[in-house]
Nanobody, 127 residues
Framework: QVQLVESGGGLVQTGASLRLSCATS????????MAWFRQAPGKERDFVAA????????DYADFAKNRFIVSRDPDKKLMTLQMNKLSSEDTADYYC????????????????????WGQGTQVTVSS
C-alpha cells in the first residue's frame, strides 16, 4: 500500500524559506507523477506544483512560480518543495499527492487524478 508522509512544516516569518519533504513507501515511486497541494483554513485545496515521474517536467501555480521549486530524489523516494519568500498568504496545510502512474499533462492540477495523499504538514507564516 502506498504511503506518503509530509514533513518540514512550521512557523516562520514573512520572507523566510521552508523546505517540505514527502517520503514515499509501498509504491512505484519511479513511475508515479506527484504533486503538492495546499489548503488554507476555510478554503478549497489548491494546486501548488507538480512533477512528473522522471523529474524532467514540472508545473507551478502562478503564485508558486519564481518562489517555489519542486524536485524529487528517486534514490531516497522523496519529493521536496523548496518555498522561498514566504508570505502570510502561504499559510496553509500542505499535502503531497501521488498518481498511480503518469498523468496527462493537461490534468496535473486536478486533485482527482491523484490516488494517494499524505496527511499534510502545516505551514504558518507570521507577518
Amino acid at each position: 500500500q502506498v504511503q506518503l508522509v509530509e514533513s518540514g512544516g512550521g512557523l516562520v516569518q514573512t520572507g523566510a524559506s521552508l523546505r517540505l519533504s514527502c517520503a514515499t513507501s509501498g509504491g512505484t515511486f519511479s513511475t508515479s507523477d506527484m504533486a503538492w497541494f495546499r489548503q488554507a483554513p476555510g478554503k478549497e485545496r489548491d494546486f501548488v506544483a507538480a512533477i512528473d515521474y522522471s523529474g524532467g517536467h514540472t508545473d507551478y501555480a502562478d503564485f508558486a512560480k519564481n518562489r517555489f521549486i519542486v524536485s524529487r530524489d528517486p534514490d531516497k523516494k522523496l519529493m521536496t518543495l523548496q518555498m522561498n519568500k514566504l508570505s502570510s498568504e502561504d499559510t496553509a496545510d500542505y499535502y503531497c499527492a501521488a498518481a498511480d502512474g503518469s498523468v496527462n499533462s493537461m490534468l496535473v492540477r486536478r486533485k482527482d487524478v491523484y490516488e494517494y495523499w499524505g496527511q499534510g504538514t502545516q505551514v504558518t507564516v507570521s507577518s
